[in-house]
């Protein structure tokens, strides 16, 4: 591997020209291919194999032109104080109000009037249109979105108070300047690790690169592939991720050749020959944890993983190719100019004292680097370190044994938002299951009398704890199928609506033999529900893969049992740490006003898979970068002690950067309105904040320098059986001193220094 990585990168710096052509040519035909192809079409989102999927399937069956999973609207109605809804005046904007919503759009597929369908108030204080579209949320077009709009606005100027819910309305979420100021630090951040604005530049370059790429292939293969709009989201945020993480290695590792003394071709050769199988590997843990979403059998989520894990191929092959060329191109100026000064005074130096007598100088009168300093801290006390950090990340993870998840509805919008607006005007007058009622779907064709024994099961309903009201059963043409309106008493991500779903899902069986007529209970809160208990489902199984894949890959990489196990165990360790603190914000509600949290509640439920994916890869790339310098070092003949420190080093500098850019990334969807968007960003952050401070420069120094050797312990029958990567570049080196003689007394040389 390091021997094709070392003649890949010669060969890019050589024809520099001709490779930065073809990523140019790639970039232009993605463009123009995005740019020509047809809009990507909306996901019709479906859970396969959850009881909400059967029934939206049997509506979709029985009641063929219905919108069961269509989009809805609440328009809702406020009178002043000492009016009411049903008076006259406010009863003719409300009137007006439904024959401008019916005229709004195609997609309407009906408009409730709220004075027929029981939608006032019983103080006559409130009063709500539901609407309902033919398509979902998706599908809705901007056209069906704006007449919605435009019809509350008119209401308003009667001087009602009217506010629009429901998920209709798909808004953007905003992530405010704090996203602006998280891109910003990166760049500071470049720019004081290299010292160069040049070398900070290229990382962000072939980034945006890598990633437009990839966004642009998936637009342009999006009607031919079936991917959706939302398909690039996480591809869009783990390729600009990995593509900043990959680029920082490379080039970090090319100024280190440098300051060796190789000359610039065969540093960018040994540069991607070693720092570039590191890449490699890194890159393949990230595929395998996006890939790994399939296990959750969510095709939007399957979709979304694929896509990005194509993007963080891209990356890859950006870092190992494109970096080299670009190297060749800006030449000296990888360095800043007090960099570039003192290279040419000990060149000048060198030659008039000698080569050698001057490089063992300006060595020997190095200081240590902060990377050093802490690593022989660390190796002092290796029991001290690892206790305090793990017994740090564990408090951490005590408030996640508490963990609730759920999915969000519009009660946890911020307060100011006109859907939380109208989500307590719904609760304050009719109560909180109004914003979340249950559909259940009744399939009569097996009862010899369908309309009795839907009525029977409409009563055996309306009499369970929880159910706070049950509509008349509408029938389908064929009167073979029925839907029934359930309101439960509570709000719809409550533990308690959770139970009410249950307990009429429990009375199926007896509702199947009692009247034949088979019971399945749907709609956005059933779904929610359902999609929570799928995902949970889901966790164990794909942590299992996931760990389970990258430990053999890892074994591979190191040729070790322990050090795999150990950057597992770690990756665990500080994954349950950031749920801990996601549920201490986000459903305890410490600290709540830091973060602008407005409402505590459930975990989202994708959260932790979410999690898992993403922060895996990341410390991943940080665990392999890291640990293959040292491993590099351990085969190079140095002392395991002494290979840690190494490591730390040349590694340390880098690793802190990228995970500092990481942080200031996700933490700007901190500033986020959406309290999803919000939870994923602090979620992240402090996950990577969790793995990349804590567990990777604390534990892993640590661990190794307790386990001395064995940290590099192999049998033998299975190092036999393992394929040789060759990731830290033992065998380029023997290549290269058998290829060049001169060549082997400098890098002795400089061994020795």
Do not use: C
Not at 39 to 64: C, H, M, V, W, Y
Not at 357 to 365: H, I, L, V, W
Not at 502 to 518: L, V
């Amino acid at each position: 591997m390091a021997t094709f990585l070392y003649k890949l990168g010669r060969f890019a710096f050589r024809r520099r020209r001709f490779v930065a052509l073809i990523w140019v040519a790639l970039l232009a035909v993605a463009g123009v291919g995005a740019a020509t192809a047809s809009p990507p079409a909306n996901d019709s989102f479906s859970i396969p194999g959850t009881e909400a999927q059967k029934a939206f399937d049997l509506l979709e069956q029985r009641f063929p032109g219905g919108n069961a999973d269509g989009a809805t609207a609440r328009v809702v109605f406020r009178a002043p104080g000492g009016e009411k809804m049903t008076d006259p005046d406010n009863k003719a904007v409300v009137n007006k109000t439904v024959a401008d919503l019916k005229a709004g759009s195609p997609q309407v597929a009906s408009v409730a009037d709220p004075y027929k369908s029981e939608a006032v108030s019983k103080d006559g204080s409130t009063a709500y249109i539901l609407t309902s579209y033919k398509v979902n949320a998706l599908e809705l077009k901007d056209a069906a979105k704006d007449g919605l709009r435009e019809a509350g606005e008119k209401a308003r100027k009667s001087g009602l108070t009217v506010e629009i819910g429901g998920d209709a309305l798909q808004e953007m979420p905003e992530t405010g300047s704090t996203e602006i100021i998280g891109i910003a630090i990166s760049a500071v951040v470049l720019a004081i690790t290299f010292g160069s604005l040049v070398a900070a530049g290229l990382p962000l370059l072939t980034a945006l690169i890598g990633v437009g790429i990839g966004i642009s292939s998936i637009t342009a293969l999006a009607t031919t592939l079936g991917l959706s709009s939302t398909t690039s989201t996480l591809a869009m945020m783990i390729g600009l991720a990995v593509g900043i993480d990959y680029a920082l290695f490379i080039v970090s590792r090319y100024r280190a050749e440098i300051a060796e003394g190789r000359d610039r071709e065969e540093a960018a050769g040994r540069a991607v020959g070693t720092a570039g199988s590191a890449v490699v590997f890194a890159g393949l843990t990230v595929v395998i944890a996006l890939v790994g979403l399939a296990v959750v059998n969510i095709p939007m989520l399957s979709k979304m993983g694929f896509a990005a894990a194509g993007t963080v191929v891209i990356a890859v092959l950006i870092a190992i190719s494109l970096i080299p060329a670009l190297l060749g191109f800006v030449g000296k100026r990888v360095y800043g100019r007090k960099a570039r000064r003192r290279m040419e005074e000990r060149a000048s130096a060198s030659g008039s004292s000698g080569a050698s007598g001057a490089s063992g100088a300006s060595a020997s009168e190095e200081k240590p680097n902060l990377g050093t300093r802490w690593a022989r801290f660390v190796l002092r006390r290796p029991v001290a370190v690892l206790l305090l950090a793990v017994v740090g990340l564990g408090a951490a993870a005590v408030p996640a044994l508490s963990l609730e998840l759920g999915l969000p509805d519009d009660g946890s919008q911020p307060v100011s938002s006109q859907k939380r607006k109208a989500y307590d005007m719904i609760s304050e007058g009719f109560g909180p299951g109004y914003n979340g009622p249950l559909m259940v779907a009744g399939d009569a064709k097996g009862s010899d009398d369908p309309k009795a024994a839907v009525e029977k099961v409409r009563k055996t309903i309306a009499g369970l704890d929880g159910v706070a009201g049950v509509g008349p059963a509408v029938f389908n043409k064929a009167g073979d199928a029925a839907v029934i309106n359930v309101v439960p008493k509570y709000k719809p991500s409550s533990v308690d609506t959770e139970k009410v779903v249950s307990d009429i899902r429990d009375h199926a069986g007896s509702f199947r033999a009692d009247t034949g007529a088979e019971v399945l209970v749907t709609g956005q809160t059933a779904m929610n529900i359902d999609i929570s208990q799928k995902l949970n489902d889901a966790l164990m199984p794909y942590l299992a893969l996931v760990v389970g894949l990258a430990f053999l890959l890892l074994t591979v990489v190191f040729r070790s049992i322990l050090v795999p196990l150990k950057a597992a165990l770690g990756f665990l360790l500080s994954v349950v740490a950031a749920l801990g603190a996601v549920v201490a914000v986000f459903q305890w509600g410490w600290a709540a006003s830091l973060f602008n949290v407005e409402e505590t509640g459930p975990i989202m439920s994708m959260m932790p898979i979410f999690m898992i994916g993403v922060v895996f890869g990341l410390a991943m790339d940080y665990e392999v970068f890291l640990v293959t310098r040292m491993r590099e070092a351990y085969v190079h003949g140095e002392r395991p002690g002494q290979a840690v420190v190494t490591g730390f080093r040349h590694g340390a500098r880098v690793v802190t950067a990228a995970a500092v850019i990481m942080i200031s990334v996700f933490a700007g969807f901190i500033g986020s309105s959406e309290s999803m968007v919000k939870m994923i960003g602090f979620g992240l952050a402090t996950a990577v904040l969790f793995d990349a401070f804590v567990v990777r420069m604390a534990i892993v120094p640590a661990v190794l320098a307790l386990l001395g050797k064995s940290a590099w312990w192999l049998p033998r029958w299975l190092d036999k059986a393992l394929p040789n990567v060759d990731v830290e570049g033992e065998g380029l080196r023997k290549q290269l001193e058998s290829d060049s003689p001169a060549r082997t007394e400098q890098d002795a040389e400089l061994t020795r220094v």
